[in-house]
Each structure stands twice: as structure tokens, then as C-alpha cells.
């Protein structure tokens, strides 16, 4: 066991650093500079230009006039700065906000308003907008699946697969606009600029977040269920006179789990991955409109700290749905330790 945890810790030690010189890579290949990109057009419309001693000193400061591969080493590892040595990423240091005038990007993200909780925080927020979404999608989607594979060729089976086609395909981003005009505009049921303290302000987007991932998580349960139904086991169940009751709580939906809960990783990285539009639709206080906002200003740490990140929790999330697809079927793990040895 120890030798699999030290494994895994490896591995998602590897995929962090891969992804921040990739990221840190493509970055700097982008034309421009947070200082001289398309987003200062404002400065320009009115006149205003930086002086070339203050580039000077602001690049100097974020290290932008280093050589690209001692920036790097500055950001993972850590340099001198103001005379005193400043740890770096695997200390984890995310580093200055270079659109924010330095702001540690810890503070920005993990940080609450004064008198708050963390949840009140960018970060607090995206996660209850996950979690809200988590809810929804699978509080809809495995009924939707389960009544999908009990009523097989069936009119209640084609609707729901109509319903679930028509989820998978429309992006979140034209569900969201469509939201916005007709339970905004039209209904009044909504406020286009809600107070995020009220949560019934919480449904439309976390309903607008959640409908893709519902719709794929019907699709593998139902196919998950129809696939198992049919084993030997379960007509052995049937023939000993279980009730269909027992047989598909006990003897199918158990096992059909395993091949959900491997699908949850993926499906709990989509929620996160559509923070990205959904947040911006809804001007929501969260770290995926912030990343919006980072990128428009080519904030290069903001960039970096957000995608590390996305990286270590998208690690995270596979490692937990490993762990308990492991201990729902022994098998899985017993394979492993045979690949370990």
C-alpha cells in the first residue's frame, strides 16, 4: 500500500510540473505583455501611455525582463527578491498578480471580505456553485438512467432519451443566454444581477452548470444498468424469487456503481471546467470569471495559479474516485498490486 500511495504521489507530482511548464510555455508565446496587450486599449483611447522607466521597473519587479528559463525556476522554485529569498511554487507560493498590482494570489482567491467566511471567499464560491451542480446532476440524472433501463424500448424510454440528447447538446453557454432572456427579460422570475446572499439566486446558474453533466450521467447509468441486467446472477436472483425491487437496488444498481463512479472523475471535472463560461454569464464572484479576467489582461501568474490549480484538483478528484472504485470492487486493487510486484 505504501508503495502504491508513493506511486501516486509521483505521478501527480509529474502531471503538476508538466502542465505548469507547458502552460508557462505557451504563455510567453502569446504576442504582447500584460503591460502592452489589446486589454490596455482603454489607456490608449484616452492618451495615456506607461513611461518607459516605469516598464522598466515594473518588468524588473515581476522578473518579465529575466531570461525565460530563470522566470521559471523564479516561479516553481523560488529567487531573491527586495534582498530576501522568496520560496516559490512548491512551497505553494502562486505568486504576484501582475494586473493587480502585486496582490498575492492566495489573497485574492482564498481570501473572504472582512467579518467573512471562507465561503464567502472566490474560491468558497465556486465550490458551493459545484457542489450545487453535483447535486443536481446526479439528484436528476441516476433516476433518469434507472427509469431509462427498467423501461427499455418503452415510449417513457424514448422521451427521457430525447430529453437527454437535447441536454448533451446544447452548450451551457446558449443554455445560460437563454435562461437570461426568458426568466429574466421575458418572466421577471430571475434578476439579471442577483445578490449572491439569497440562495434562491443559486439555481438558474448551478440548473445551467449541472444539465450537461445530468444528461451524460442518465447515458452511463442506463447503459451501465442495461449491460448488467442481463448476467447470470441476476437471472439467478429472479429465478429465486427476489422481488424486482431487491433485484435492482441489491443485485444490479450495486454493481452498475462501479462503472458510475470511474465516470464521476470526468463529470466533476466538467463542473469545474464550466465555471469558466457559466461564472461570466452571471458575473458570479468565483475563481472562473477570474480566470476570465486574467486571461483578457494576459496576467501571466494569475494564468499559471489558476491552471495549477484546476491541475491538482482534477488530480485530487481521480485519485479519491480511484481509491473508492477500488474499494466498491477489491478486484480492481488486487490487479494493481499484482502490477506493482
Known amino acids: 500500500m505504501f508503495r502504491f500511495i508513493i506511486k501516486k504521489f509521483l505521478r501527480v507530482t509529474i502531471v503538476i510540473f508538466s502542465v505548469t511548464l507547458v502552460m508557462f510555455l505557451l504563455l510567453h508565446a502569446i504576442p504582447g505583455s500584460p503591460l502592452s496587450n489589446f486589454s490596455n486599449a482603454r489607456r490608449v483611447m484616452q492618451n495615456l501611455y506607461y513611461d518607459e522607466s516605469i516598464l522598466r521597473e515594473v518588468n524588473r519587479r515581476f522578473g518579465l525582463d529575466l531570461p525565460l528559463w ?85 415510449p417513457i424510454n424514448r422521451v427521457i432519451s430525447i ?65 448488467i441486467q442481463n448476467e447470470d446472477y441476476v437471472r439467478t436472483a429472479r429465478a429465486k424469487g427476489l422481488t424486482e425491487r431487491r433485484v435492482t437496488f441489491v ?15 470526468p463529470t466533476l471535472v466538467e463542473l469545474f471546467a464550466g465555471l469558466f463560461i457559466v461564472e461570466n454569464l452571471y458575473s458570479f464572484p468565483g475563481f472562473g470569471r477570474q480566470f476570465w479576467e486574467a486571461i483578457l489582461k494576459l496576467d501571466y501568474t494569475m494564468i499559471l495559479g489558476l491552471t495549477i490549480l484546476y491541475a491538482v ?14 474499494f466498491l470492487d477489491p478486484r480492481l486493487h488486487e490487479l494493481k498490486e499484482q502490477e506493482i510486484q
Open 163 to 227: 430529453i437527454l440528447a437535447a441536454f448533451i447538446s446544447v452548450p451551457n453557454f446558449v443554455l445560460g443566454l437563454l435562461a437570461v432572456i426568458i426568466l429574466a427579460s421575458w418572466l421577471h422570475v430571475i434578476k439579471v444581477l442577483p445578490d449572491w446572499d439569497y440562495f434562491s439566486n443559486w439555481i438558474v446558474p448551478a440548473f445551467v452548470l449541472a444539465i450537461m453533466p445530468m444528461g451524460n450521467i442518465a447515458r452511463v447509468m442506463q447503459t451501465s444498468m442495461i449491460n
Open 70 to 154: 530563470r522566470q521559471f525556476t523564479r516561479y516553481v522554485v523560488g529567487d531573491n527578491i527586495d534582498g530576501s529569498f522568496v520560496c516559490g511554487l512548491i512551497c505553494g507560493n502562486l505568486g504576484p498578480s501582475i494586473s493587480q498590482r502585486g496582490r498575492p494570489i492566495e489573497g485574492i482567491l482564498f481570501s473572504a471580505p472582512t467579518d467573512q467566511s471562507f465561503w464567502k471567499s472566490q474560491f468558497g464560491y465556486s465550490i458551493r456553485l459545484v457542489l450545487f451542480g453535483s447535486i443536481i446532476a446526479i439528484g436528476l440524472g441516476v433516476p433518469l438512467g434507472i427509469l431509462g433501463a427498467k423501461k427499455v424500448n418503452s
Open 251 to 265: 443485485h444490479i444498481l450495486r454493481n452498475a456503481l462501479v462503472p458510475f463512479i470511474a465516470y464521476l472523475g
Open 313 to 326: 484538483g482534477i488530480a485530487i478528484i481521480n485519485l479519491i474516485i480511484e481509491i473508492i472504485s477500488e
